[in-house]
């Protein structure tokens, strides 16, 4: 038996070092491990991923922190920028009886009207503006503009508002969508046909306010209170992100509508992966012609357009007008 020859170890020296043998020879990191490390390093990605977990926070937890009703609507914010909660004034609207002044009974043509005299402000607030002035002899009616800046000249008026519609009438009330800002309010005497050339103006700011009726509706006040021991003035929530043009705030429809969303996404994706392994199973084990007609029921299903397959699922739920139909909609997804 030949025996092993001996090795001098003198003559062995360690191998240089070789960084990708000492790579490949560290612990494999699990797959979630180098998910997360990868995504980490990616900012676009974490951006995405913070707004996400925002939106479902914000979808789960924003209407108890925002407890405002979506459906709630105040006529007197409608469309509305974003507003800080703000006193306002409770006012009976009425549209008291006009005011007519003695003029004589002459009428001059158009031309020959001066501009009115003394236009004042009784009544400013948002809920309504009441004019008066002194009548001009010799004129038959008078017309009421509103701008959003003073008039340069006689065309530059703004919107027209209406005319006094009894003889001698001097006194007008504009209810028409006001707001908080400034308005310039020209009043030209008429002959019944044709418009002066002159005209009186003059710049209100209307103060913050709100019906009687609708502080009710809102319950801001009590629906039995009277006037001797209700309050002057009531306190209007605020709206971060303003309002829609029926005075809602968008603030709650925003949360309420993300909540509806999560819902239908989770709801929706669970039921078709659970219907969809249920349904593939029983084609797969089946086999044969079942298998051959279950693939063309979803073949058609899938060659459906999805609005029509939407309205005939809200047809056969019958769902009318108004109503939020997400049971069909869930299951058209």
Do not use: C
């Not at 409608?78 to 006012?91: C, D, E, K, N, S």
């Amino acid at each position: 038996m030949n025996e092993l020859p001996l090795i001098n170890p003198e003559l062995i020296e360690p191998a240089p070092p070789r960084p990708q043998l000492e790579f490949a020879a560290q612990p494999t990191r699990s797959f979630w491990r180098t998910l997360l490390s990868r995504l980490s390093r990616d900012k676009r990605a974490m951006i995405a991923l913070l707004i996400i977990i925002a939106l479902v926070f914000a979808a789960l937890f924003g209407p108890l922190l925002w407890p405002v009703d979506p459906a709630q609507q105040i006529l007197g914010a409608a469309a509305q920028g974003p507003m800080r909660a703000q006193r306002a004034q409770l006012v009976r609207v009425a549209f008291d009886q006009p005011i007519v002044g003695a003029s004589s009974e002459k009428l001059l043509p158009a031309r020959q009207l001066s501009a009115v005299r003394d236009l004042k402000i009784i009544e400013a607030n948002t809920e309504m503006v009441k004019l008066r002035w002194i009548a001009l002899d010799g004129a038959y009616a008078y017309r009421i503009y509103r701008g959003t800046h003073a008039p340069r000249d006689r065309t530059d008026l703004g919107l027209p508002l209406g005319s006094t519609i009894t003889k001698g009438q001097i006194s007008f009330t504009d209810g028409l969508l006001l707001r908080q800002r400034e308005y310039f309010y020209s009043v030209v005497a008429s002959d019944g046909t044709d418009e002066s050339g002159a005209f009186a103006t003059i710049a209100i700011t209307p103060k913050p306010a709100i019906s009687w009726l609708e502080a009710q509706l809102q319950g801001l006040i009590a629906i039995d209170a009277d006037a001797e021991h209700a309050p002057q003035t009531v306190l209007l929530p605020a709206h971060p992100l303003g309002t829609d043009h029926l005075g809602r705030d968008l603030l709650a429809r925003l949360l309420q509508g993300a909540r509806v969303s999560l819902f239908i996404a989770v709801s929706a994706a669970f039921l078709y992966v659970a219907f969809g392994l249920i349904y593939g199973a029983i084609a797969g084990f089946s086999g044969g012609r079942i298998d051959h007609w279950m693939m063309r029921v979803a073949d058609f299903v899938v060659a459906l357009p999805f609005l029509l397959f939407m309205i005939l699922l809200r047809i056969a739920f019958g769902i009318g007008p108004g109503e939020s139909g997400i049971v069909p909609l869930v299951i058209a997804l």
